[in-house]
């Protein structure tokens, strides 16, 4: 009897066993996510970005929880935001077309990011970067979305001081050049009276600097609209054969000065489509440094190749020198913004450092690539390849 009662008692005692093993195991889970959600729930409270969370699933996806950090940027109460839309702070500022790019994010549940012109409880403007993001749950199932807010509105303002800054440069400097060289022009031909050969090289000299402080304001301002990514591209068909003979008429006259030959060697059935002005500008960046730094007395060549791999056409554009080359060191900082390859050689030779950079974003904004092949005392060439943008037109 004794040991049939022992195996009961065992055998009620087993479950309670399982019981507290299987208590053991689930306890440290549901703790460990307790702690998750507590460490996200202080990290959300304290981040310095404004924060929302909304519920699609209610009528006009209200807002249901804010961080301090929102409350402070927009001056309201919890009180105040929480069960509305978030459309309230656009007060009357609703024509803004970021507004209909988050609207088709929401509608579509992808993530986007946004700039709108927000305002604060007392009406203050603040310029919101905004990132809003869908939140599933585990079957995919849309359950919120999250809003960061971030205010830069300092960045803004800084950003339209800096283009009020070019807008007055490019009145307060160009103006005047141009008209100063306008002047040189009916001086030159006589309208002040004779020019003595004396005369005529003090005009050359004002003629070459004046023209040197128009491509540096035109570089200044071409880098700001790049920066600024305002530089709008207007595609037509180009003649290459007839661009680059525009190009090396331009720089002729400073090419006759240091007894340099400018040669071309392209076929003429050659086309692609591009914007003509800025093809002619990288052009013109390229040949110029290779008539600056080619020895008296040398070659520099414009040369275009076609090529076709498949349906895809490209054009080839080059620019060869007889230079005294470039060490495979300092190849790569070419392109890079106010570089050259010493500060020596801006005080020489004139320039920003900007004219390359300039080209390469110019190249890129035409889907090509630019680059160089140089070897020290062989010479250099300066090359960039293009979309042909269509099928190569050929005379019949």
């Known amino acids: 009897m004794a040991e049939k009662k022992s195996r009961k008692n065992r055998q009620k005692d087993a479950p309670d066993k399982g019981l507290e093993t299987s208590c053991a195991t689930v306890l440290p889970s549901v703790k460990d996510r307790r702690d998750k959600l507590n460490l996200l729930e202080r990290a ?23 961080n301090p950090s929102f409350l402070e940027l927009t001056g309201y109460t919890s009180q105040e935001v929480l069960g509305r839309n978030c459309r309230f702070l656009q007060g009357d500022d609703r ?54 807010q971030n205010d830069i509105t300092a960045r803004i303002e800084a950003e339209t001081r800096i283009s009020e800054f070019y807008s007055m440069i490019s009145h307060e400097l160009r103006t005047p050049l141009t008209s100063i060289r306008a002047s040189l022009g009916l001086i030159e031909e006589g309208s002040a009276g004779p020019v003595t050969s004396e005369s005529a090289k003090l005009i050359g000299i004002a003629y070459r600097n004046t023209d040197r402080l128009l491509r540096l304001v035109s570089d200044i301002l ?37 007894r340099i030959r400018l040669a071309v060697l392209c076929p003429g059935t050659a086309r692609f489509h ?37 349906k895809d056409a490209k054009i080839r554009l080059q620019v060869i020198d007889e230079g005294p080359g470039i060490p495979v060191s300092d190849q790569g900082k070419l392109f890079q913004k106010f570089r050259q390859l010493d500060a020596s050689d801006t005080r020489k030779k004139g320039g920003t450092g900007l004219g390359l950079a300039i080209s390469k974003s110019l190249v890129e904004m035409h889907g090509g690539v630019i680059g160089v092949e140089s070897r020290l005392g062989e010479g250099s060439c300066f090359w960039f390849e293009l979309p042909a943008g269509q099928e190569p037109e050929r005379k019949r």
């Open 44 to 66: 959300i409270f304290s981040a310095r970005n404004g924060i929302v969370i909304t519920d699609p699933a209610q009528e006009d996806n209200p807002i249901i929880y804010v």
């Open 95 to 148: 024509r803004q077309e970021p507004l209909e790019i988050l609207r088709t994010a929401i509608k579509e549940e992808k993530p986007t990011t946004v700039i709108l012109r927000n305002y604060r409880k007392d009406g203050e403007l603040f310029w919101n970067e905004l990132t809003v993001s869908p939140v599933h749950d585990e079957s995919g199932h849309l359950t919120n979305f999250i809003g960061i």
């Open 222 to 258: 071409d880098f700001r609209k790049i920066e600024s990514g305002t530089i709008k591209l207007v595609k037509t068909r180009i003649v290459v054969k007839e661009l680059l003979d525009q190009v090396v008429s331009e720089l002729r006259s400073t090419a006759t000065e240091k």
């Open 274 to 310: 591009a914007d003509r002005d800025r093809i002619a500008q990288v052009l013109t960046n390229l040949a110029a440094n290779a008539v600056k730094f080619a020895p008296e007395g040398s070659t520099v060549t414009l040369e275009c190749t076609e090529s076709r791999q498949g």
